[in-house]
């Protein structure tokens, strides 16, 4: 079936460590992004990429790392600049030449402890 | 600078209210507008709008949009506990696309 993968669902990380949130979709969607959300807020947009190789930050990049070497994948980092990192994380992409929908995955839930 | 804005940004309701929520829009070369629900989860995906004045219903929601007026509005009729969320809306313009911050109901038996 199509759609975009997350993982791990679940990460738990200590203070000072980076650590790397997989995306995948194997829908041919040009386009892809990264959110984040804390308890009862909305999306909030970290890295987006249009292309392959390409990508720009969001509202709240700082403390985050993309790639984009494969259309189907853009694994996102959160690095230990990040002074607040414990959230859930949204991975999601869209077709510009379709319906324009974003298509979401089930998202991975990061506690820094 | 491109924004969406959500109002309210939280609403307490009982079973069997009628509720509407607000979403609007400034930005530059603007296409759609999605609203999304999102409980648990990932947001999953209710209307997309492109026209103004064309009303979009599935059971008890429902949605239109003013181009004009640059805003959506969300309406949900005989609300129920399982209507609790948060209500995303994002505008998609040029090739990207902004969410608002959402609009979280509680629906009370």
């Known amino acids: 079936d199509g759609g975009i993968t997350q993982s791990p669902k679940y990460l738990f990380r200590k203070e000072g460590q980076n650590v790397t949130l997989s995306c995948e979709q194997n829908?041919?969607?040009?386009?892809m992004y990264w959110y984040r959300q804390d308890p009862g807020q909305g999306l909030r947009l970290i890295y987006y990429?249009?292309?392959?190789?390409?990508?720009q930050k969001g509202d709240i990049a700082e403390g985050y790392s993309v790639s984009r070497e494969k259309k189907e994948s853009f694994p996102l980092t959160v690095t230990s600049a990040q002074k607040n990192p414990t959230a859930f994380y949204l991975c999601?992409?869209?077709?510009?030449?379709?319906?324009?929908?974003?298509?979401f995955g089930e998202g991975s839930r990061l506690t820094v402890l | 600078e491109d924004k969406v804005v959500q109002s309210p940004l939280s609403l307490v309701v009982h079973e069997g209210d009628t509720v509407t929520l607000n979403c609007s829009y400034e930005?530059?070369?603007?296409?759609?507008l999605l609203w999304y629900k999102q409980e648990k989860k990932a947001p999953t995906f209710l209307f997309m709008l492109?026209?103004?004045?064309i009303e979009k219903k599935s059971g008890r929601l429902s949605s239109i949009l003013d181009k004009k007026e640059l805003f959506s509005i969300l309406n949900i009729t005989a609300t129920q506990t399982g209507d609790s969320a948060i209500y995303l809306c994002a505008a998609i313009y040029n090739n990207d696309m902004r969410f608002g911050a959402g609009t979280r109901l509680t629906v009370k038996p």
């Open positions: 999601a992409s869209r077709d510009f030449g379709g319906t324009g929908e974003l298509f």
């Open positions: 990429s249009q292309i392959v190789n390409d990508f």
């Open positions: 930005v530059t070369n603007f296409r759609s």
């Open positions: 492109t026209s103004s004045g």
């Open positions: 829908l041919n969607h040009d386009a």
